[in-house]
């Protein structure tokens, strides 16, 4: 998975990690561990930040 990616995006659109995890209803500790490539989100997880992005899934790979 492509984090620098995630990470641009994410920032781009002004959000922190923390307030990334709220919406996407998961902890802000798990989010960072998928952000620094220690975890690998669920396809359903990885659909849900494409969506709130605004990006297919395939930005990522």
Known sequence: MNTRQLR???TKKGYTQ??????L??????YNMIENNKKE??????T????ELNVSIKKFF
């Open 8 to 10: 641009a995006l994410r």
């Open 48 to 51: 849900k930040i494409a969506k």
């Open 25 to 30: 209803n998961i902890d802000r500790t798990y």
């Open 18 to 23: 923390t307030k990334f995890a709220q919406i």
């Open 41 to 46: 989100p669920s396809l359903r997880l990885l």
